[in-house]
Antibody, heavy 122, light 109 residues
Framework: QVQLVQSGAEVKKPGASVKVSCKASGYTFSSYGIAWVRQAPGQGLEWMAWISAYNGHTSFAQKFQGRVAMTTDTSTSTAYMELRSLRSDDTAVYYC???????????????WGQGTLVTVSS | EIVLTQSPATLSLSPGDRATLSCRAS??????LAWYQQKPGQAPRLLFY???NRATDIPARFSGSGSGTDFTLTISSLEPEDFAVYYC???????????FGQGTRLEIK
């Protein structure tokens, strides 16, 4: 069965960076895209970025452009998202999600990781 | 940016009732609208994509419809496990390519 397993919770200080991993199993990793979506406490869903595990093509929400970096490692079926220059309002649960659109840009998200809580606090 | 407006913000119904949730886009998104269900402490779950295509293992009591700017998620007869928050999401060629609605909370009356 399809599974996305994310790395554990993180506590970071303002100005630091965080890197979240998302290990996929149960499907051909390179045939899909991976999206990153976050959810601040008590708030709705916010799309951040997307990467094709097929060709490395990326797409970003403007507010995260330049602050988010994504990579994929097809040898381990793992996607990574690094968020830099953390602020207190970056405190949120970060989700990775599989996207059936593998190369032309984000579409919809059919399987989700369990989420990674990132807390930014001095 | 395409803004998705969901209504109502909160819907209070009883098990067995019919639920109708609305999602309106600020400009046409064609059929490119998805719906998700999220329960407390859980990741979202895809219900429908491309307006009316049911995702894997989604019960038949759920249906999705609409095109252009107006979309509807209908639950024909509510089960206790259906009480959750529901989000719509669009994709487009305009930046940003993905936006979510603010959510509709479906609560037990």
């Amino acid at each position: 069965q399809v599974q996305l397993v994310q790395s554990g919770a993180e506590v970071k200080k303002p100005g630091a960076s965080v890197k979240v991993s998302c290990k996929a199993s149960g499907y051909t990793f390179s045939s899909y895209g991976i999206a990153w979506v976050r959810q601040a406490p008590g708030q709705g869903l916010e799309w951040m970025a997307w990467i094709s595990a097929y060709n490395g093509h990326t797409s970003f929400a403007q507010k995260f452009q330049g602050r988010v970096a994504m990579t994929t490692d097809t040898s381990t079926s793992t996607a990574y998202m690094e968020l830099r220059s953390l602020r207190s309002d970056d405190t949120a649960v970060y989700y990775c999600a599989r996207d059936p659109r593998r190369s032309v840009g984000p579409g919809h998200f059919d399987y989700w990781g369990q989420g990674t809580l990132v807390t930014v606090s001095s | 940016e395409i803004v998705l407006t969901q209504s109502p913000a909160t819907l209070s119904l009883s098990p067995g009732d019919r639920a109708t949730l609305s999602c309106r886009a600020s400009q046409s998104v064609g059929y490119y609208l998805a719906w998700y269900q999220q329960k407390p402490g859980q990741a979202p779950r895809l219900l429908f994509y491309d307006s009316s295509n049911r995702a894997t293992d989604i019960p038949a009591r759920f249906s999705g419809s609409g095109s252009g700017t107006d979309f509807t998620l209908t639950i024909s007869s509510l089960e206790p496990e259906d009480f959750a928050v529901y989000y719509c999401q669009q994709r487009s060629n305009w930046p940003p390519p993905i936006t979510f609605g603010q959510g509709t909370r479906l609560e037990i009356k």
